[in-house]
């Protein structure tokens, strides 16, 4: 027979066991939300630079149209989060991860912004291409890479791999590099597009950029969810 005492540690160890159970639950399908977030905003800034380097106004606008389904993933990532936090009141290594979920649908949210940004430039300087010929192999690689970030930063929110949300660094380096030799063409003394167009490459560069910042920082946040360690903590330690 067991003694009163031990049936209500059995009974409070069931109940916390519960309890964590339904945590984690509740905490991957908030994850799955901000993996589907990610990836309607990778294919967003996709379709954006169609766009633009097509001069394609109907792409442009399907892009601008569309942005409604991340609006609702957002609000609904949000409420999740939110459940979280008065339902399980989470402590210490759970309160980390609903922090950091929060955070996380403010940088996707981000990122399908300045995905509508590149779509904008382009639906604004139709039916001409707001990209000199020089500069379009840039933009090319530049939203072949954000693509890429998005895709990644979905899969290390299913993961939860911090070893794989720390290479995420890697693609952004390759993007800070493209950045900057965009600067290198623009302050040539042979630049003979104008001022309007230098305005363009100059946002635009930039709204790449941040994106691919924002996918950074999604890893980031992953690392901290997964081992409450900074990435550079995380890799000092490994």
Request: net charge negative; proline share 2%.
């Amino acid at each position: 027979m067991f003694t009163t005492r031990e049936i209500v540690i059995w009974r409070t160890h069931s109940t916390l066991e519960g309890m964590r159970t339904a945590y984690q639950e509740q905490l991957h399908s908030l994850n799955a939300v901000l993996g589907e977030m990610c990836d309607l905003a990778g294919s967003a800034m996709d379709r954006a630079t169609q766009a633009l380097l097509q001069a394609d106004l109907a792409i442009a606008e399907e892009v601008l149209s569309e942005n409604d389904r991340l609006s609702e993933l957002s609000a609904r990532a949000e409420e999740q989060a939110f459940a979280l936090l008065a339902l399980q009141a989470p402590v210490a290594g759970d309160l980390r991860g609903v922090v950091s979920g929060f955070q996380i649908v403010a940088d996707v949210d981000r990122m399908g912004a300045l995905a509508l940004h590149v779509a904008k430039v382009a639906r604004r300087r139709h039916p001409a291409k707001a990209l000199p010929e020089e500069v379009n192999g840039y933009f090319a690689e530049m939203g072949r890479l954000a693509v890429a970030l998005a895709a990644n930063a979905r899969e290390v929110l299913d993961t939860q791999d911090p070893e794989a949300a720390v290479r995420l660094q890697e693609d952004d380096d390759a993007m800070d590099d493209l950045h900057r030799h965009l600067f290198t063409v623009l302050m040539d003394r042979d630049w003979e597009y104008g001022v309007a167009a230098a305005v363009d490459v100059t946002l635009l560069g930039r709204y790449y950029e941040r994106f691919a910042d924002h996918a950074v920082l999604i890893g980031r946040r992953v690392v901290f969810q997964a081992t409450g360690q900074t990435p550079e903590q995380f890799q000092d330690a490994s």
